[in-house]
C-alpha cells in the first residue's frame, strides 16, 4: 500500500497563490490515479481535482477550473495542486487520495483508498 502526506497550506490573502504537495511512500506513485479533496468546516469532502497515472488527463471540479492544476512527477513520488486566484471559499483542509490500478478518473471520494491526513489552507478576504 502507499502512505500519503500532504504539505504547503497556508494562510494567505484572497488572489494570491499556493502550490501543496502530496508525497507518496511505500509503492511507486506510477500505480495510482491520483486525487484532491478538500474539507470546510460543517461541510462534506469535496472533490477538487485528479489525474491519471501518466499524468495526461485531469479532471477538475467547476468551482476551481482555470485557477487550480494537478499534476505529478512519478519519478518523485510527488503530487501538486497548483492553487491559483485563491478565494476566501477556497479555505479548508485539502486532502490527497490515491486509487490503485485505475483506469478512468473518478471524482467520488469513496473510489480512493489511501489518504494523507489534511493539509489546511486558510484564504482571508
Known amino acids: 500500500q502507499v502512505q500519503l502526506v500532504e504539505s504547503g497550506g497556508a494562510l494567505v490573502q484572497a488572489g494570491d497563490s499556493l502550490r501543496l504537495s502530496c508525497a507518496a511512500s511505500?509503492?511507486?506513485?506510477?500505480?495510482?490515479?491520483m486525487g484532491w479533496f478538500r474539507q470546510a468546516p460543517g461541510k462534506e469532502r469535496d472533490f477538487v481535482a485528479a489525474?491519471?497515472?501518466?499524468?495526461?488527463?485531469?479532471i477538475y471540479a467547476d468551482a476551481v477550473k482555470g485557477r487550480f492544476t494537478i499534476s505529478r512527477d512519478n519519478a518523485k513520488n510527488m503530487v501538486y495542486l497548483q492553487m491559483n486566484e485563491l478565494e476566501p471559499e477556497d479555505t479548508a483542509v485539502y486532502y490527497c487520495?490515491?486509487?490503485?490500478?485505475?483506469?478512468?478518473?473518478?471524482?467520488?471520494?469513496?473510489?480512493?483508498?489511501?489518504w494523507g491526513q489534511g493539509t489546511q489552507v486558510t484564504v482571508s478576504s
Open positions: 487520495a490515491a486509487e490503485f490500478a485505475a483506469s478512468i478518473l473518478h471524482s467520488s471520494d469513496s473510489e480512493y483508498e489511501y
Open positions: 489525474i491519471d497515472r501518466t499524468g495526461k488527463s485531469t
Open positions: 511505500g509503492r511507486s506513485l506510477s500505480l495510482y490515479v
